[in-house]
């Protein structure tokens, strides 16, 4: 007699009896005979993954107790990882059975896309392009099985030894994992943070062009899965990515394997010391910068939520003192309109994270003024009332002071349209990951500013893990619509990454994730998380210097926030 367990769907909301030992695949198929699943979940293509009781599963996975199962479409950002982590190994495949002396390094984001650092022992050209694409489709529409294995770690590390994928021995070596999983792709071996698709037939959209010295992988969008991302032209961010490239260098590693071996050999203060060296540098180049230019009266930072604005701001007002300029920062915050005034989102809620939130009016007439040499009564924002208030406080431009304006929209025109171009020197700061798991699996920067925004919450907002988390894709929202679309626009792009947070990080945000119950809609991001931080040697913040920019996240700092 056939065995059974049960399931509950969440997508139909229906439970129902199915096979012991069957795929999520086989689950999906049986659920959605009708096909009524696949219309009423915008899922034209299928699901690509699924949540099993809240953890986020490849559709190969195969259910022996009772679950609780959510399928995920290309909308989803587990989703849209799977899908474009899939797209690596069909890219990899095809690098190994063109190039098989060659290798690739799945290596940054950017332009919506992928940059792809190809090896090949000379300079990628057009036809290289082609000849990979060509490749990938056939080996797509060969619709090739994606085998999972799982092995003792010492037999996967014997493996990728022979195969001589170094990075991922590293990696494994010092991860301490009992057992690993990898995939098997028409006999191409690969490792992968994740779950992947089960076929490449799957793969319905993508695109390969040259860009740079290398390649751009490019995605769906996960706004619209029908559609490749927008390909937008990202020069400045590009170039520091690849200044943090060279800063690995001169630290001598560039994935997480090599990093945790160096932590090992005792080598940790030396890495926190070059790091912080390295970030102090450059936030004295641009200081230098904005001094070297005649006519500079404001400084503009802006960037993303826990990109370190805040600190940025104060640690290049220092740099600034010591070219003889004396900062005086002003606070946007002060120039929200009365709270009846305040534009709404989609759902009818004040949105205060646009610009129209803003007086920009008198925010402009007062900057003018006081470039003019005038003097003005900055505005005082209240809160608990919703009222601009007269503050009192009167404010007139000294010879050798400058206005430091930090926020998120300090790079829109629109803040500072009525001053002239040459009067301003605008400054995006972000952090951008650049150590690599290994050479095909990056870190999404993302997940950096997310793991600096719970700890940050929970030590000084008084804000659960789990209510960040539920949060996040608001705030990512309103960083493509307001914050995103002008980084291009900086004069100084700065990354206030370090090779080291992570290690950091994870000694802070593992006590917040496990706090997120399993019942939890939150708890497969944060399961994800703690999965991934595992991957790091942790590293104890004590070591950090107090003017660090982690600090602001962390606690200790010497600056008053």
């Excluded at 096909?35 to 195969?62: H, I, W, Y």
């Excluded at 590293?170 to 009992?178: A, D, F, P, V, W």
């Excluded at 701001?313 to 004396?326: A, D, E, P």
Aim: neutral net charge; glycine residues 6%.
């Amino acid at each position: 007699m056939k065995q059974e367990i049960q399931i509950r769907c969440k997508n139909n909301k229906k439970t129902q009896k199915i096979a012991i030992g069957s795929s999520l695949s086989d689950v999906f198929r049986e659920l959605n005979a009708d096909g009524s699943l696949t219309d009423q979940q915008n899922m034209p293509c299928g699901p690509v993954t699924a949540k099993v009781n809240n953890k986020v599963e490849g559709m190969g996975f195969r259910l022996y107790h009772p679950k609780d199962i959510e399928f995920l479409g290309m909308d989803s950002p587990a989703g849209s990882r799977a899908y474009t982590r899939t797209l690596f190994f069909v890219l990899c495949k095809a690098v190994r059975d063109l190039y098989p002396d060659g290798a690739v390094v799945i290596d940054i984001p950017v332009s919506n896309g992928y940059y792809c650092n190809l090896k090949i022992g000379r300079p990628v050209v057009q036809q290289d392009v082609d000849n990979l694409r060509q490749r990938m489709q056939q080996i797509i529409d060969a619709a090739m099985p994606i085998r999972r294995h799982e092995a003792p770690t010492d037999e996967a590390i014997k493996l990728f030894s022979a195969l001589g994928t170094h990075s991922k021995v590293k990696l494994l070596e010092t991860l301490g994992s009992l057992y690993t999983t990898y995939y098997d792709l028409d006999g191409f071996v690969d490792y992968f943070y994740g779950a992947l698709l089960t076929n490449t037939s799957q793969l319905y959209l993508y695109g390969l062009e040259k860009y740079y010295d290398g390649l751009l992988l490019r995605i769906p969008s996960v706004k619209d899965p029908h559609t490749l991302g927008e390909m937008t032209r990202q020069d400045k961010m590009f170039e520091i990515f690849k200044e943090h490239h060279r800063w690995q260098n001169i630290l001598g590693f560039g994935t997480v394997g090599e990093f945790n071996a160096a932590v090992q050999a005792g080598h940790v203060n030396d890495i926190i010391n070059v790091s912080e060296a390295l970030q102090e540098k450059r936030i004295g180049q641009i200081a230098d910068e904005i001094a070297a230019r005649q006519g500079v009266k404001m400084v503009l930072i802006a960037g993303p939520s826990s990109s370190g604005k805040t600190t940025t701001c104060k640690r290049l007002s220092i740099q600034l003192l010591t070219n003889g300029i004396k900062p005086v920062q002003i606070s946007l915050d002060d120039y929200f309109v009365d709270r009846e005034f305040t534009p709404k989102d989609e759902k009818g809620e004040f949105d205060y994270e646009s610009i129209y939130s803003l007086n920009l009016e008198l925010l402009n007439n007062q900057l003018a003024a006081l470039f003019r040499g005038e003097e003005v009564e900055l505005p005082h924002y209240n809160f608990h009332t919703g009222r601009s208030e007269r503050s009192g406080k009167r404010l007139k431009l000294e010879k050798h002071q400058v206005l430091v304006v930090e926020g998120i929209h300090a790079l829109n025109p629109l803040l500072t349209a009525q001053i002239p171009d040459d009067q301003k020197y605008r400054v995006y700061a972000s952090a951008l990951t650049t150590i690599l798991l290994d050479t095909h699996n990056y870190i999404p920067t993302t997940d950096n500013r997310l793991l600096r925004r719970i700890i940050r919450d929970v030590k000084y907002r008084g804000c659960s893990a789990a209510e960040t988390i539920r949060r996040w894709p608001s705030v990512r929202a309103g960083e493509s619509k307001w914050i995103f679309p002008f980084q291009e626009n900086a004069d100084a792009m700065f990354n206030t990454a370090m090779i080291y947070e992570l290690a950091v990080i994870r000694t802070q945000a593992e006590p917040a994730l496990e706090q997120v119950h399993e019942n939890c809609p939150e708890y497969a991001e944060a399961y994800r998380l703690r999965k991934f931080l595992k991957y790091f040697e942790p590293v104890s913040f004590t070591n950090l210097p107090p003017t660090s920019l982690l600090r602001e996240f962390l606690g200790g700092s010497s600056f008053e926030y």
